[in-house]
């Protein structure tokens, strides 16, 4: 069974803090993505990455992917309030339909 | 856009009744859906991956008597959950792959699931 375990579980900080979330598994995926859900709603995908390696940049938001495609991190710089939220890494896996395995999640809180 | 629906987005019944949830992609087809079950403060589970036209695939410990999808066509997905027990309240979410993109997925709002 394919885990993925994010790290912290719960993280509260003040605006304009920077933070990273990590996403840890011990098996390697073909592709990962990250997720940010509100309460009530499906998850919003933010970004895929592909190659071992690999560094995106959203605005605030830096994403990058292990070079030995297991290990993925999400770092937010100067968080803000609007930045709460469930954060979920998702692995995608080619064994029979192409699918992704989420992790564990990490809650997001962002004091004004 | 790649829009998906789910209906209904609340749902409350009886135990031992059966409820059914619908998921569609309102502007595209898709050949793949999937469905995940998330409990509160908890990560999505994958249930079951479903193509269009055929036997859906089912996680491991996901009974398939009980969590009965059906992918009758390249816009719509059905979970029906039979005999439902409290315990089977959850939020349970869809997604939805377009043809010929083999890692996008497009989620659904979710489906609020209370069995009294």
């Known amino acids: 069974t394919q885990l993925l375990e994010q790290s912290p579980q719960f993280l509260s900080i003040q605006e304009g803090e920077n933070l990273t979330v990590y996403c840890n598994s011990s098996s390697v995926f073909s592709s990962l993505q990250w997720y940010r859900q509100e309460p009530g709603e499906g998850p919003v995908l933010l970004v895929t990455v592909v190659t071992g390696g690999e560094v995106k940049k959203l605005k605030r938001l830096t994403f990058q992917f292990g070079d030995a495609r297991k290990d993925s991190s999400l770092h937010i710089t100067a968080a803000q309030p609007g930045d709460t939220g469930l954060y979920l890494c998702a692995g995608g896996t080619a064994s029979g339909t192409y699918k992704y395995i989420f992790g564990t999640g990490t809650r997001l809180k962002v004091l004004a | 856009g790649a829009v998906v629906s789910q209906h209904p987005s609340r749902v409350i019944c009886k135990s031992g009744t059966s409820v059914k949830i619908e998921c569609r992609s309102l502007?595209?087809?898709?050949?793949?859906m999937f469905w995940y079950r998330q409990f509160p403060k908890q990560s999505l589970m994958l249930m079951a991956t479903s193509n269009e036209g055929s036997k859906a695939t089912y996680e491991q410990g996901v009974e398939k008597d009980k969590f009965l999808i059906n992918h009758a066509s390249l816009t719509l997905s059905t979970l029906t959950v039979t005999s439902a027990h409290p315990e089977d309240s959850s939020f349970y979410i869809c997604?939805?792959?377009?043809?010929?993109?083999?890692?996008?997925?497009?989620f659904g709002p979710g489906t609020r699931l209370t069995v009294t």
């Open positions: 997604s939805a792959r377009r043809l010929a993109e083999w890692g996008e997925q497009y």
């Open positions: 502007d595209f087809q898709a050949t793949t």
